[in-house]
């Protein structure tokens, strides 16, 4: 079974730039989430769905980051324009069952 | 606001013996808790869970602890071995006031283990 995975590995990116992240899940979860750990911090929550519908939002940052989730398949978060503050590692993950998580390998996003 | 606090940013431990990894929190809505490990470079990879009804459970070399009145967890694994050193993430996730299905993360503990 192919685990989650995300594209770009890593991203560089000039402020005021527009970025977007792809997150592909394990196939059959409905739930998937995107969390961020900037500058090795702890890794935090920005949002979660529910197939195509956003459950919980209550971790974006600002009105700078967009999350989708088309058809309840794969979900994109786009920064829109970029800050410097957005850099950090971007991790999404999937769920079947309400507990237990898989995370994908991240995006290292990098604004300069 | 940290909920979930793990304050040991490291922990070095002989190949053999046992490693401590713990955890505390401050949200008494938390009923599930997790461990995640992490390597360099990947994602976080689910290690163990416990509910808060139970005060252990055990997976292997690995162990989970809760001590509800004191709010405090701790993963024990025993023989530790060299595949074991990575970073140790403790996450709990709440009930209230509604399934809140977020996991809220610690700030994680390297853990090295040597020969």
Redesign the interface.
């Known amino acids: 079974e192919a685990g ?1 995975t995300q594209f770009p590995s890593h991203s560089v990116i000039e402020k005021g730039q527009t970025v977007t992240l792809r997150c592909d899940p394990i196939s059959g979860h409905d ?1 998937l ?1 995107w ?1 961020r750990r900037v500058m090795g ?5 920005l949002l ?1 769905f529910v197939k195509e519908s956003k ?2 939002e ?2 974006m940052p600002n009105n700078r980051f967009l999350a989708e989730r088309t058809g309840g398949t794969y979900s994109t978060l786009k920064v829109q324009p970029a800050e410097l503050e957005d850099s950090g590692v971007y ?1 999404c ?1 999937s ?1 079947q069952a ?9 995006t290292r996003l990098t604004v300069t | 606001d ?1 909920q ?1 606090k793990q304050n040991s940013p490291s922990l070095s431990v002989q190949e053999g013996r046992i490693s401590i990894l713990n955890c505390d929190y401050t949200n008494s809505m938390f009923d ?1 808790f ?1 461990w ?1 490990k992490k390597y360099p ?6 290690l163990i ?1 416990i509910s808060s009804i139970k005060d252990k459970n055990e997976d292997g070399r690995f162990t989970v602890f809760l001590n509800k009145s004191a709010k405090h967890l701790s993963l024990h694994i025993v023989p530790s071995q060299p595949g074991d050193s990575a970073v140790y ?1 403790c ?1 709990a ?1 709440a009930f209230f006031p509604v ?10 503990t390297r853990l090295t283990i040597n020969p």
């Open positions: 989650v739930n989430y969390y911090k702890e890794i935090k929550f979660h459950q919980d209550s971790g991790f993950a769920s309400i507990y237990e998580q898989y995370f994908g390998p991240g | 940290q979930v599930y997790l995640y470079a990947e994602g976080p990879t689910f869970s993430f996450a996730s399934r809140a299905q977020k996991l809220v993360f610690g700030q994680g």
